[in-house]
């Protein structure tokens, strides 16, 4: 069973004033009195609560890329570390020329993913072109898992909901399932809505392709949305995600327990490790 979205961030780059909160997207983010901040074994403490087994662990998704070295090379270390418990991504810029050398390096420091990528703090264009294609190409040659952050077109703003809604979205993944079909790709934050319109059967057929994450669901549905997702797509599409250190994987149970007896008790392991390619 894993918890397949946390967020990690080495110590130097948590104290205010650090290169981290020029980014702007971080700082908005983390603009509250005590912003919280994660470590590997900060993670499997937090897996432990829950009796989750393994985690998938990655940076912020920061637009320089000096700053995705940084926590590439942090992840690796914690992962490293871990004793297994850890499954690490590299975070890069896909509107960067480096990103396609920054994911040869990832690779050779044993990340094996990427994510958790972020049109609007990285500044990347969210289409099937130019970098953004290049990147995701790369992930299938590789076959490497990527989690895509999205967010929802209506509803309360809130300092890291970005644009990445499912109208952009559709545009860019029409073309990626023909170019990409081998590619897997997870949409965090339940796709910013997008398999809610399964009814449309070419809107269901092309979420069948996909998988979607529940990171921050609690701040955002009631509790029924995952029985909802499940009728239309089936709960072989919904991976778990927490989006830990924002919430703790204990703070899904309610939502798990909504949508059936038997993914609160396997945290959606079937889809996620499908997502992952750990079968
Ligand atoms: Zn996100």
């Not at 994911?103 to 990285?122: F, K, P």
């Not at 500044?123 to 999205?150: I, Q, Y």
């Amino acid at each position: 069973m894993i918890d397949g979205h946390c967020h990690l961030l080495p110590l130097h780059l948590r104290v205010p004033g650090s290169k981290a909160w020029r980014d702007p997207w971080f700082a908005a983010c983390h603009a509250m009195e005590f912003p919280r901040f994660a470590s590997g074994e900060d993670v499997v403490q937090a897996l432990d609560e829950v009796g989750l087994e393994q985690a998938v662990v990655f940076g912020w998704p920061f637009a320089d890329p000096g700053l995705l070295r940084e926590v590439n090379d942090y992840t690796a270390a914690e992962v490293g570390a871990s004793g297994g418990r850890l499954i690490g991504f590299a975070t890069v810029n896909p509107g960067q020329a480096s990103a396609g050398a920054e994911i040869g390096r990832c690779q050779g420091l044993g990340l094996s993913g990427l994510g958790e990528l972020n049109c609007d703090a990285q500044g990347f264009n969210l289409a099937w072109e130019g970098g953004l294609r290049s990147t995701l190409k790369r992930c299938e040659e590789m076959d490497w898992p990527v989690l895509l952050h999205a967010s929802e077109p209506v509803g309360h703003l809130y300092p890291g909901k970005g644009t990445a809604t499912p109208g952009r979205l559709w545009r860019l993944l029409e073309p990626m399932v023909q170019a990409a079909p081998g590619l897997r790709l997870c949409l965090a934050h339940l796709g910013g809505g997008l398999p809610l319109y399964g009814h449309m059967p070419e809107v269901r057929d092309l979420c069948q392709r996909l998988w979607f994450d529940t990171a921050a669901i609690p701040y955002l549905y009631r509790p029924g949305v995952l029985r909802a997702v499940t009728e239309l797509l089936g709960a072989d599409r919904i991976c778990f995600g927490s989006d830990f250190p924002l919430l703790r994987p204990a703070r899904y149970r309610v939502q798990l327990e909504e949508m059936s007896e038997s993914a609160a008790r396997q945290w959606l392991a079937p889809a996620t490790r499908a997502w992952l390619g750990r079968p």
